[in-house]
């Protein structure tokens, strides 16, 4: 994401800090204005699994900057250096909380997450992924045990490869 200098939206936080509602309205924002460059990446479940998470979110923030339309000479990322990357960059832990661009960027993520879990809740309705998102909460872990993984979940989802998982199949 690149926001134009003297970018000033009071709203722009640590998107963990805001309400869904919050997050929307930021994402809406953003997204509609002409003088802010930015681009989302997704990376699928299999993909997940077979390069652990961290290093697939690394992969989302390459993506993402490459589908730029124009790329930055500089990135500021929220966490550790990413290697390889395709602008010189600057990691700054807990990012999201100091920087308004790395909040930013971290807001149209957390919205495109969230909305790509309530489509996936309407073809897997059992499992509550529109409440959860997807994260290890109680709920999650309990519809795991009554229904099992469904094919969209990682393998390497924790309680899916722990294995222990009571549930009837």
């Not at 900057?65 to 930055?72: G, I, K």
Request: aromatic content about 6%.
């Amino acid at each position: 994401m690149i926001l134009p200098n003297g970018f000033r939206y009071a709203l722009v936080d640590d998107s963990k800090k805001l309400t869904p509602e919050q997050r929307e309205e930021i994402y809406a924002a953003l997204t509609a204005r002409r003088d802010v460059c930015w681009a989302v990446a997704v990376v699928e479940h299999e993909e997940i699994d077979r390069v652990n998470i961290l290093r697939a979110s690394h992969e989302a923030m390459r993506r993402a900057v490459q589908a730029l339309a124009m790329l930055p000479e500089h990135a500021l990322i929220d966490g550790l250096p990413v290697r390889p990357f395709p602008v010189p960059h600057t990691a700054i832990v807990k990012g999201d909380g100091i920087c308004k661009s790395i909040a930013a960027a971290s807001i149209l993520a957390k919205v495109t997450r969230d909305r790509i879990m309530i489509r996936l809740d309407v073809e897997y309705p059992s499992y509550g992924f529109a409440r959860h998102k997807g994260y290890a909460t109680e709920l999650h872990i309990e519809r795991l045990k009554i229904h099992g993984p469904c094919p969209i979940h990682r393998k390497s989802f924790l309680p899916v490869a722990q294995g222990l998982l009571d549930f009837a199949s």
